[in-house]
């Protein structure tokens, strides 16, 4: 009786609101929104009053006014930012910068019932290093799946610095499907970066280590510590990287850093940074230079540039070897068949990003105050006329190319350049380190006509706070990229926000673009008090269709119907079978049925829970005491717990989710007679 009470003033409400909205809600416009009591700069009386109240000058009252989203308007933006050390990614809708979603990739995420149970500890368990279980991971670099080079909203794909990893999330529901663990690399940096088809997902490495990290003592380093680059190939059907597919190629020990790849006129290349071309070793402690010193020394490294189609053809046609399960091309057969080149690149190199056309790779050099701007047809020229008897090669036998014969042009900067990202205007955006500024500068070639300025030349410097790292910018990797937006990812944040303790929040701090010229202004601060953030991409919003609920019975490791699903509580049930008790639960507000579970200790527990909800956001938790078991069960959801029930006593499971008014009822009892 009291439920039907309860459903009847859910159901008048309802209507209420329905009335109240009129079909299809309207959003006030403009207009409406402002209109009424307006002065003449726009701003109603109450308007200017709190701005003086407060301080605000007019440029912070604009900056409010292009980051305000006012309750339930949506983003028209939203960025996949990595989530650093802690191993997850983050959703932030831009220009509000209001976390949507924290998604668990290589750590257990507790809110998504990720790893605590559920199908989640399947998908961490693809990411063991041996039979080491690896419950973190150092994200760095989200990677948006792409068509035609344009970001498609199927995938997202990350690495993990730490253990050399790549995670694949299906943005159907915003979770980690699959983790391959790479057999060769024991760390990476250079990925997770997509081929403009988004044929591979491109892991390149960081800090040499003998193959399959082998032990070999730093006393062999040039012998035989090396470079791994990846590319794992990808079934858009399946929505896996198929390991089977996948294959390396075997690079000098230069411990080689930010990769991207070429789109359009560059398609089928790859292009790769390498700041250790020196072979330093470290051990301060012997009385050698350290790592920092000795990895500095030489006036340029190299940039790397790889063919991948070759390489693909080269895969396909044997010249591998097979090393831990993964074919690997070797480096004299890399060096001598035109997989790889080398051209000098100025000191401490760090981002290497090709332009939207592909025309072009930018490089900032840390501690060289320019962006080397390298042209991929002079690259192509400078090969083509490479001869056998003159060409130089490094000390591995890979082709040098002169600086001189792929250089277009060098833009003097400041300090620090790093990572550099562009619009739809014909400009680069740099981040430099040591200046903290976002570096605006013009494009010259086919990008003249789309800035009023001289090619190649400073536009502007916008101060930032503090350190900024990467930058990215809206649909920034694109053959497309827009105009309104840029983020600086700000390493430090020092005095921007509360004092929280020694451990500071991160600073990610929205930036104007919109305009041509000496406009850009910073828009809006955000603190990201997770992790160290290092790389982010943003996607128009109208590109993401996720899915609103499961289709009842989904399995979310799969993304099928998942054979153990049910489709009412009629069909719940337990069934024993000697030790072995399974259980199958129907979930829907406000109880699980079955409520009660009897077993005996020892007994092995396989447990089936399908929410049976269609209604948005209509989620259950369901949490065990003492087993650390811990679902979310979306809307549609079907998942399956094992363990063994190796406790006796009394457990009162319940839903974590406060799903309706009667949510605190939603409870069972499960009952572990001791032996
Ligand atoms: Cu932090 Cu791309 Cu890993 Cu630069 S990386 S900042
Ligand atoms: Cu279901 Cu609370």
Redesign the pocket.
């Known amino acids: 009786m009291k439920k039907l009470i309860l459903l009847c003033a859910i159901v008048l409400v309802l209507a209420a609101i329905i009335m109240a909205c009129g079909p299809g809600r309207q959003t006030p416009t403009r207009e409406s929104a402002v209109g009424g009591t307006t002065s003449q700069a726009g701003l109603s009386a109450d308007a200017a009053q709190v701005a003086a109240e407060r301080g605000l000058s007019p440029d912070d009252v604009t900056a409010a006014l292009k980051t305000f989203m006012p309750s339930g308007q949506l983003d028209p933006y939203i960025m996949f930012a990595?989530g650093g050390q802690g191993g997850q990614v983050l959703v932030v809708g831009v220009p509000s910068m209001r976390i949507l979603k924290l998604i668990g990739v290589f750590t257990p995420e507790p809110w998504q019932g990720y790893g605590f149970g559920g199908a989640g500890n399947a998908i961490l368990a693809q990411g063991k290093v041996g039979d080491n279980e690896i419950l973190w991971g150092d994200t760095?670099?989200p990677g948006l799946s792409e068509t035609n080079g344009e970001y498609d909203g199927q995938f997202l794909f990350i690495n993990d610095?730490a253990n050399a990893r790549v995670a694949v999330i299906d943005l159907k529901d915003f979770a980690t499907k699959q983790i391959v663990k790479n057999p060769l690399a024991i760390n990476d940096?250079g990925g997770s970066f997509v081929t403009p088809n988004t044929e591979y997902i491109i892991e390149g490495p960081q800090y040499a280590a003998p193959l399959g990290w082998e032990y070999s003592d730093i006393a062999n380093y040039k012998e035989e510590y090396r470079g791994v680059m990846t590319l794992w190939k990808f079934d858009r059907a399946t929505g896996r990287i198929d390991p089977a597919q996948s294959f390396s190629i075997e690079l000098p020990p230069y411990f080689q850093?930010?990769c991207d790849a070429g789109k359009k006129v560059s398609d089928g290349w790859l292009f790769c940074n390498s700041f250790n071309t020196e072979l330093a070793t470290g051990g301060v402690e012997d009385g050698n230079p350290p790592f920092e010193a000795g990895t500095a020394k030489n006036d340029t490294d190299y940039l790397h540039i790889v063919n991948w189609k070759k390489a693909e053809e080269l895969y396909k046609a044997g010249k591998v070897e097979t090393i831990k399960g993964m074919p690997l091309i070797r480096l004299d057969t890399a060096a001598k068949e035109g997989v790889l080149y080398f051209t000098p690149e100025p000191k401490s190199p760090?981002?290497a990003d090709v332009t939207p056309g592909g025309e072009y790779v930018v490089v900032g050099g840390k501690l060289d105050p320019h962006v080397t701007i390298y042209s991929f047809d002079k690259i192509q020229k400078a090969i083509a006329a490479l001869n056998e008897g003159t060409m130089t090669k490094d000390e591995f036998g890979v082709p040098v190319l002169s600086l001189d014969s792929t250089m277009e042009a060098q833009v003097e900067l400041g300090l620090g350049p790093?990572?550099t990202v562009y619009d739809d205007k014909g400009y680069a955006y740099t981040?430099l380190?040591l200046d903290s500024v976002v570096a605006r500068w013009t494009l010259g070639g086919p990008y003249q006509g789309l800035h009023p300025e001289e090619p190649w030349t400073l536009v502007q410097k916008l101060p930032v706070q503090y350190n900024i790292?990467?930058i990215a910018a809206a649909e920034g990797d694109t053959s497309s990229p827009d105009g309104n937006y840029v983020v600086a990812?700000n390493?430090w944040s020092i005095d921007r926000f509360a004092n929280v303790g020694p451990l500071l929040p991160q600073n990610f701090q929205l930036v104007d673009t919109s305009q041509t010229g000496d406009t850009m202004k910073v828009l809006y601060d955000m603190p990201i008090g997770m992790a160290?953030p290092?790389?982010a991409q943003i996607i128009k919003a109208d590109k993401l269709a996720p899915l609103e609920v499961y289709p009842v019975g989904t399995n979310p490791e799969t993304m099928q119907q998942d054979p153990n699903a049910i489709t009412g509580p009629d069909q719940a049930k337990v069934v024993r079978n000697g030790n072995n008790v399974e259980i199958w639960m129907a979930v829907v507000r406000s109880h699980f049925t079955p409520e009660h579970i009897r077993i005996k200790q020892g007994d092995h527990v396989i447990w089936h829970f399908t929410n049976l909800e269609q209604t948005r956001d209509a989620t259950h938790g369901f949490a065990l005491p003492g087993y650390n078991i811990n679902l979310s069960l979306e809307p549609g959801k079907t998942e399956t717990i094992e363990f063994d029930a190796n406790m006796s006593g009394t457990y009162a499971y319940y839903c974590t989710e406060f799903c309706s008014a009667l949510h605190l009822e939603m409870l069972g009892y499960f009952m572990v007679e001791p032996n």
Do not use: R
Request: aromatic share 10%; hydrophobic share 20%.
């Open positions: 990595s760095h670099h610095k940096h850093d930010l760090h981002g790093l990572h981040s380190f790292g990467h990812l390493k160290e290092h790389y």
